[in-house]
């Protein structure tokens, strides 16, 4: 039976709640954006900057964590921005995900799968987009058959990926260092280093830890273990980023890993051989599927959360009570994403438009969310919070002041694709005001 008065139950132990929660955030990101950052920064600031980003972010996961254990629902962020901030602010953070968060990245890695299996099997335009719609309806109907499945699903495909990872930190430190650079290299160009871009494409390899608040309602180890699951997975993140940062830094050296635009494969290439490239393409295909399958469960129960509220949307707000999962969202998401992946193909988008178009208003929505954790704290009772923020107000206070930094830098330092996001928001401010006369 599917009718909106069913909801999530709590099922997911610790272990594979963190691993969920790991693959939330970790992807082959890290590969793509290590050389923006080398390129942005001098080199004993390389891995500083890593180590950083991934303590700020941890700051930033804990104040969602005192929201995800006082409030826990399967909607996360978009629960904790609409009890503070209103119903009408909620619904533009469940648009804006739905049409420019999670739809367009599943759309973006679904085509990048497709890329990846073109370099084995040529493939034409056609059959290229074809290919990514597969994958995208594979993954849609595996979330559809039980809730079960679709982390089972997850947590296998983490633990490959941080096996592939792992490999490749091996292939770093196995492969020789690059001959030392000349005593006098030639001057940077003018503009060069951007401190702001180097952070923008940091925080984009630790993005998603906002969405790990989704788990709160399907977690059966009591509302602390939202905590143990936050911390544990970013604390595994920081180890996993800085340990392959540093070793395409001691394999490929930072003249050349700035230039490389798959330092991953050069590098197990350098220390392999032939097939240590194919073994970063296997990586890079498992951390693909991995990560749309994520953003599907992620957006789901967002758009779930949402459609119980709008009564536009009413049906797609069934929470299966056998299955486990909402069906009508998951086919929503995912037929979205389809149309999204079909326009990418004629558009041909690449990494970086994406990068553009959801940055400014992912570090919108993580700004209001650091000003939500204050407000919730002070409109409710402190025995509502079995897990208090350390040093509040300090940490969201903080992260929200880097969340508007990180806003300013992308629409200032990004391309036009940035207005693009703020474009889509609009048409959402005006879909809310349509749907609430419904």
């Given at each position: 039976m599917d009718t909106p008065a069913c909801a999530p139950?709590?099922?997911l132990g610790l272990a594979p709640a963190t691993l969920v929660a790991l693959g939330m955030i970790m992807s082959t990101d890290s590969l793509k954006t290590a050389p923006t950052v080398a390129m942005n920064v001098a080199p004993s600031h390389f891995?500083?900057?890593?180590?950083?980003?991934?303590?700020?972010?941890?700051v930033g996961a804990l104040s969602y964590v005192e929201m995800a254990c006082a409030f826990p629902d399967a909607g996360g962020?978009?629960?904790?921005?609409?009890?503070?901030?209103?119903?009408?602010?909620?619904?533009?953070?469940?648009?804006?995900?739905?049409?420019?968060?999670?739809?367009g990245w599943i759309a973006l890695m679904a085509h990048l799968l497709a890329d990846y299996a073109g370099s084995v099997v040529p493939m034409g335009p056609v059959v290229h987009t074809l290919f990514a719609l597969a994958v995208v309806a594979v993954l849609t109907g595996i979330n559809c058959i039980h809730v079960r499945l679709g982390f089972l699903t997850q947590a296998l495909l983490v633990a490959l990926v941080a096996l592939g990872f792992a490999a490749v930190i091996v292939a770093g430190f196995v492969a020789a260092p690059p001959p030392a650079p000349p005593p006098a290299p030639p001057p940077a160009p003018p503009g060069h280093p951007h401190l702001g871009v180097a952070l923008i494409y940091v925080f984009l390899a630790y993005g998603g830890w906002s969405d790990m608040a989704t788990l709160s309602a399907e977690l059966r180890a009591g509302r602390r273990g939202m905590a143990l699951v936050t911390v544990g997975a970013i604390m595994l993140l920081i180890v996993l980023y800085v340990a392959l940062n540093a070793a395409m830094a001691h394999g490929l050296g930072m003249a050349a890993l700035a230039q490389s635009s798959a330092p991953g494969a050069d590098v197990a290439r350098a220390a392999?051989?032939?097939?240590?490239?194919?073994?970063?393409?296997?990586?890079?295909t498992v951390s693909a599927v991995a990560s749309i399958n994520s953003t599907l469960i992620v957006g789901a129960r967002v758009t779930w959360a949402a459609a119980r509220a709008i009564p536009a949307l009413r049906p797609i707000a069934g929470w299966h009570?056998?299955?486990?999962?909402?069906?009508?969202?998951?086919?929503?998401?995912?037929?979205?994403?389809?149309?999204?992946?079909?326009?990418?193909?004629?558009?041909?988008n690449g990494f970086g438009a994406m990068v553009d178009y959801m940055t400014p208003v992912y570090w919108l929505?993580?700004?209001?969310?650091?000003?939500?954790?204050?407000?919730?704290?002070?409109?409710h009772d402190a025995s509502a919070f079995p897990v208090r923020t350390p040093l509040f107000p300090l940490f969201p206070l903080a992260f929200g002041g880097l969340a508007l930094a990180m806003l300013w830098s992308s629409l200032t330092e990004l391309g036009p694709g940035a207005l693009a996001g703020a474009a889509v928001m609009v048409i959402g401010m005006a879909l809310e005001r349509i749907a609430a006369r419904w």
């Open positions: 139950r709590p099922h891995l500083w900057l890593w180590v950083a980003g991934g303590l700020a972010s941890l962020e978009y629960s904790f921005l609409t009890r503070a901030w209103g119903a009408r602010l909620g619904a533009l953070y469940a648009w804006s995900r739905f049409a420019v968060m999670h739809t392999f051989g032939a097939p240590g490239a194919w073994l970063v393409v296997a990586v890079v009570a056998t299955r486990g999962t909402p069906i009508g969202a998951v086919l929503a998401v995912g037929g979205f994403s389809a149309l999204l992946t079909v326009l990418a193909g004629l558009a041909g929505f993580i700004a209001l969310g650091m000003g939500a954790a204050i407000r919730l704290r002070r409109g």
